[in-house]
Nanobody, 124 residues
Framework: EVQLVESGGGLVQAGGSLRLSCEAS????????IGWFRQAPGKEREGVSC????????YYADSVKGRFTISRDNAKSTVYLQMDSLKPEDTAVYYC?????????????????WGKGTLVTVSS
């Protein structure tokens, strides 16, 4: 059974940091790029960041560039999203998803597998 399990969400003040984790099982993790999406109340799910299967290529949305850092540990089948300088507009449910290919596309409707999400709330 394929599983992607997010953790690390919570409540933090503006300017603070959180590190999200996405632990994968049930598929060949080393072969897949992994992306992070987020969905704020009343808004569409948007791509935030992605990392290729080797970790050699990363992508960030303009809204998080310079504040978020994505990384992966293939030995642990885990992808991390370090979020610094958090803003109230970062408040959302954060989801990780597997691309199904080694390379990032971060197309919401084309991701192969999804986690159930973890809530991040940033207070002002």
């Amino acid at each position: 059974e394929v599983q992607l399990v997010e953790s690390g969400g919570g409540l933090v003040q503006a300017g603070g940091s959180l590190r999200l984790s996405c632990e994968a099982s049930g598929f060949t993790f080393d072969d897949d790029a992994i992306g992070w999406f987020r969905q704020a109340p009343g808004k569409e799910r948007e791509g935030v960041s992605c990392i290729s299967s080797s970790g050699g290529s990363t992508y960030y949305a303009d809204s998080v560039k310079g504040r978020f850092t994505i990384s992966r540990d293939n030995a642990k089948s885990t992808v991390y999203l370090q979020m610094d300088s958090l803003k109230p507009e970062d408040t959302a449910v954060y989801y990780c998803a597997a691309e199904g290919t080694p390379y990032c596309a971060l197309l919401r409707d084309a991701m192969a597998y999804w986690g159930k999400g973890t809530l991040v709330t940033v207070s002002s």
